[in-house]
């Protein structure tokens, strides 16, 4: 070998093992015949003890037909494959023990296979490269809570709730399970806010939303539907069930007054409850269901409940 090939092998090593980002070769046995220092920073795996071993042996998780079918298209048709984090989170199971704080356990990794042609241009080798873009996926994850979380309270807001119940209208449709919903304000609202002012009336609100928040399931989708108003939905819950839980927090908001500093203030809520029939056409029929029915609590005297046949 001459001094420029060592010179030029000596680079690519130095290369390889300096980027950021993983990369492993494989023969068409799945063989290992590289991992890189990226690979044993992550892995906790040195390249002594991986290289020669069969890849699908050391993680089972690669044993499957996604990852077999691209490792052949690469190897028969010299194909580049593109592995993407939103269809697979992760290739190889490397902990992400920087982001354990997060509930994320693993390493969100895009990843791409392209094979590796010798000098008669057959293909016997492919490289993995993986890319960790758990910060990218944790930065979109953030974008998504903004965008579906009312910023006053830390409940979803009114347009997620509206997509939600749009998918849970689908899903009653399919398996014909019960549906309910749960509309509510606060009685008496603009005297809290012209009485004590909008910062008191901002903690008033948090107040009611953490006390509904901690009477509802966590597969309840519950929501500030716009200014003293909240809206939840009850998936898999028949209206006997809805208006016991809605009973349940105007008795518990009624029962407990709210105290700052020198006032002690009385809060009551009204309510209207409605469950989704074959009548209704759409999603929105049941929101105005429960809507009239709020209208009709409302009208009979406030802090009561009322449920819409």
Same mark, same amino acid.
């Given at each position: /070998?001459?001094?420029?090939?060592? *010179?030029? =092998?000596?680079?690519?090593?130095?290369?390889?093992?300096?980027?950021?980002?993983?990369?492993?070769?494989?023969?068409?046995? %799945?063989?290992?015949?590289?991992?890189? !220092?990226? /690979?044993?920073?992550?892995? !906790?795996?040195?390249?002594?003890?991986?290289?020669?071993?069969?890849?699908?042996?050391?993680?089972?998780?690669?044993?499957?037909?996604? +990852?077999?079918?691209?490792?052949?298209?690469?190897?028969?048709?010299? $194909?580049?494959? +593109?592995?993407?984090?939103? =269809? !697979?989170?992760?290739?190889?199971?490397?902990?992400?023990?920087?982001?354990?704080?997060?509930?994320?356990?693993?390493?969100?990794?895009?990843?791409? #296979?392209?094979?590796?042609?010798?000098?008669?241009?057959?293909?016997?080798?492919?490289?993995?490269? @993986?890319?960790?873009?758990?910060?990218?996926?944790?930065?979109?994850?953030? #974008? *998504?809570?903004? &965008?579906?979380?009312? /910023?006053?309270?830390?409940?979803? $807001?009114?347009?997620?709730?509206?997509?939600?119940?749009?998918?849970?209208?689908?899903?009653?449709?399919? !398996?014909?399970?019960?549906?309910?919903?749960?509309?509510?304000?606060?009685?008496?609202?603009?005297?809290?806010?012209?009485?004590?002012?909008?910062?008191?009336?901002?903690?008033?609100?948090?107040?009611?939303?953490?006390?509904?928040?901690?009477?509802?399931?966590?597969?309840? @989708?519950? &929501?500030? %539907?716009?200014?003293?108003?909240?809206?939840?939905? =009850?998936?898999?819950?028949?209206?006997?069930? &809805?208006?016991?839980?809605?009973?349940?927090?105007?008795?518990?908001?009624?029962?407990? $007054?709210?105290?700052?500093?020198?006032?002690?203030?009385?809060?009551?809520?009204? &309510?209207?409850?409605?469950?989704?029939?074959?009548? /209704?056409?759409?999603?929105?029929?049941?929101?105005?269901?429960?809507?009239?029915?709020?209208?009709?609590?409302?009208?009979?005297?406030?802090?009561?409940?009322?449920?819409?046949?």
């Amino acid at each position: /070998m001459s001094n420029d090939s060592i *010179l030029s =092998l000596t680079f690519s090593n130095q290369i390889i093992n300096t980027i950021n980002c993983g990369i492993v070769v494989i023969d068409r046995e %799945y063989t290992v015949y590289y991992w890189n !220092h990226w /690979m044993e920073i992550y892995s !906790h795996k040195n390249s002594s003890d991986i290289i020669g071993k069969n890849l699908l042996e050391v993680y089972s998780n690669l044993n499957n037909h996604q +990852f077999i079918r691209s490792c052949k298209s690469t190897f028969s048709f010299g $194909n580049f494959i +593109f592995i993407s984090q939103k =269809l !697979h989170k992760y290739l190889i199971p490397l902990k992400a023990f920087q982001y354990s704080n997060l509930n994320i356990d693993y390493m969100q990794q895009s990843c791409a #296979l392209f094979p590796l042609r010798d000098e008669n241009n057959i293909i016997n080798y492919i490289c993995i490269a @993986i890319y960790d873009v758990t910060e990218i996926v944790m930065y979109q994850m953030k #974008l *998504l809570d903004l &965008a579906r979380t009312d /910023m006053l309270t830390g409940i979803f $807001n009114r347009r997620y709730l509206e997509e939600r119940l749009n998918e849970e209208w689908e899903r009653h449709k399919r !398996h014909n399970r019960p549906l309910s919903l749960v509309i509510f304000d606060i009685d008496n609202f603009k005297k809290i806010n012209d009485t004590f002012g909008h910062y008191i009336g901002d903690i008033v609100i948090k107040s009611v939303a953490e006390t509904a928040k901690n009477i509802l399931r966590d597969i309840d @989708i519950f &929501a500030r %539907y716009g200014g003293e108003e909240f809206c939840c939905i =009850l998936p898999d819950t028949n209206k006997t069930a &809805a208006l016991y839980v809605a009973e349940r927090i105007r008795n518990v908001i009624e029962n407990n $007054n709210l105290k700052l500093n020198k006032h002690n203030i009385k809060l009551t809520i009204s &309510a209207g409850v409605a469950q989704m029939n074959s009548s /209704m056409n759409r999603s929105e029929d049941l929101i105005r269901l429960a809507d009239n029915a709020l209208y009709m609590a409302k009208r009979a005297g406030k802090n009561r409940v009322i449920l819409e046949i």
